[in-house]
């Protein structure tokens, strides 16, 4: 397999596209107004303590101060003590004894700014990593409560050993559930790397001073999508280039060595037509080459993707049309899963087939192509009403909700009523105001395609209800409505 990464940088935007043999498998967006805050550690100066609310306000630097509540003082566990032990020991001291106006503070923020409300802090600084979270302030080695506890107790003791006598604490994360040794230990490096950075910055720097940043996707492509299939790092930005290579020599050597300027007088992206493959992938039906196709539904719960033979005949006969179709529709499926990142429960309606061996072919060819996924995805087998689902891990938001937002006319529905039925509800609404009101006339004010069915097709029935009531009715067309909207004026 070959893999090339293509970056597309902007002041505003950065996209990252993943080409797996001339093949895009995986978009990743970032925008420079949609950044949080969370995760930035600062050196924070207290600039007001406020003991009725056992919390104290903190200058970082940001338009406002930032807020420090006494359960947010992180005071290391005594030997025997829990976590939770040490934490409600600590909201016992009062906040007026823990920090003093004028004192530089090491804090990180844990939750953005709102509204008026300023950022949430705390004195507890963790530092993710790509499969691992640094707590340099403890010595807890944990891991994530959403692995089997059958493999918890093997995966913590090969981490202290990897963690080894220089301390600190280590929480192993889902997707390092399958992780080797060397990246285990590359990680833990990385970490410690980057928290003696912190260190030395907080001792040369002046107090408001940002001094940590959760890594930009541009940092993480070297982190996290680097692989050792990727033949190189295409970046179309000369000054990203170089901010790029420093940072990979310093902590990825390897992937720095990937890195290329791509100064082509073509859009980067052209190069494998992304921006078409993204268009498709914000749709619903997805061609497969034999003729069939997907149609593929994201909700709230669930994404449900239908597999349908379309056009492909070709085969000799039925059950080879349908088992070409659906192993075709397997892999296109995988790839749908990782462009588009959906998350969370899917299920796949395959074409129903009757020999088990081609159940069992799909299957496995789903299995292995799901293998390829950077994200942790469960896929079971067929159910009895022969349907396949599965789940994915959920890291970030799906493509669609990250580049689109519900239609204003349909909101999100993906169907509006018919100009008739508007029409008969605007019938009903007149019927009711009638009753309630006694105006000297009512005026319809509706979209044009209602307007033109009342004047065309319903107009018979629009002047028996003005007979009914006795009073008129006149129309007004409003081409900025939407086919739904409309207004009953009373004047």
Not at 65 to 89: I, M, Q, Y
Not at 459 to 485: C, D, N, R, T, W
Request: glycine content about 8%.
């Amino acid at each position: 397999m070959q893999e090339d990464i293509l970056i597309n940088w902007s002041p505003q935007e950065t996209r990252v596209a993943v080409v797996e043999n001339g093949v895009l498998q995986e978009l990743h967006v970032e925008r420079t107004l949609e950044r949080g805050l969370v995760g930035n550690v600062y050196l924070g100066k207290v600039a007001r303590v406020l003991p009725g609310m056992q919390s104290a306000f903190i200058d970082i630097g940001l338009e406002r101060a930032a807020f420090l509540h006494v359960a947010d003082v992180w005071h290391p566990p005594a030997e025997g003590e829990t976590l939770s032990a040490a934490r409600n020991a600590a909201t016992q001291i009062p906040i007026e004894k823990q920090v003093f106006e004028g004192r530089s503070l090491l804090v990180q923020v844990i939750k953005d700014p709102i509204g008026t409300k300023g950022a949430r802090l705390s004195t507890q600084i963790s530092i993710a990593g790509r499969m691992l979270v640094f707590l340099p302030q403890d010595e807890h080695i944990g891991v994530s409560q959403k692995i089997p506890p059958e493999q918890r107790d093997d995966l913590r003791r090969r981490l202290q050993v990897l963690v080894g006598e220089q301390g600190g604490g280590f929480i192993l994360r889902t997707n390092g559930e399958e992780a080797s040794d060397q990246e285990l230990a590359d990680d833990i490096a990385y970490l410690r790397k980057a928290w003696a950075r912190i260190r030395q910055a907080a001792t040369k720097l002046p107090a408001t001073s940002l001094l940590h940043q959760d890594l930009s996707l541009l940092q993480r492509v070297l982190r996290d999508l680097t692989t050792e299939f990727t033949q190189f790092i295409k970046v179309d930005s000369q000054e990203q280039f170089a901010v790029m290579k420093a940072f990979g020599q310093e902590f990825m050597p390897a992937a720095a060595q990937k890195l290329v300027h791509y100064k082509g007088e073509r859009p980067i992206f052209d190069l494998y037509a992304i921006d078409e493959e993204i268009a498709k992938a914000l749709g619903r039906r997805v061609e497969l080459k034999s003729g069939g196709y997907l149609m593929v539904d994201q909700t709230e719960a669930l994404t449900t993707v239908d597999v349908n033979t379309g056009g492909f005949v070709g085969a000799r006969n039925f059950d080879d049309t349908i088992f070409k179709t659906n192993l075709e529709a397997a892999q296109a499926i995988a790839r749908q899963l990782r462009l588009r990142n959906l998350g969370g429960i899917i299920i796949v309606d395959f074409i129903d087939m009757a020999p088990e061996e081609h159940r069992e072919a799909v299957l496995a060819e789903v299995r292995k192509q799901l293998a390829r996924d950077r994200v942790k995805t469960m896929c079971g087998g067929f159910s009895q009403l022969g349907l396949v689902e599965m789940t994915r891990k959920r890291t970030r938001e799906s493509l669609a909700h990250m580049l689109c937002e519900p239609c204003p006319v349909c909101a999100g529905k993906g169907i509006v009523k018919t100009a008739r039925s508007v029409a008969y509800d605007i019938f009903r609404e007149i019927l009711r105001e009638a009753r309630q009101f006694n105006p000297r006339e009512f005026r319809v004010v509706a979209s044009p395609k209602v307007i033109e069915l009342f004047l065309d097709e319903e107009s018979q029935h629009l002047a028996g209800l003005s007979e009914f009531i006795g009073k008129p009715v006149s129309l007004q067309s409003e081409s900025a409505m939407g086919q739904e909207q409309y207004d009953i004026v009373l004047l």
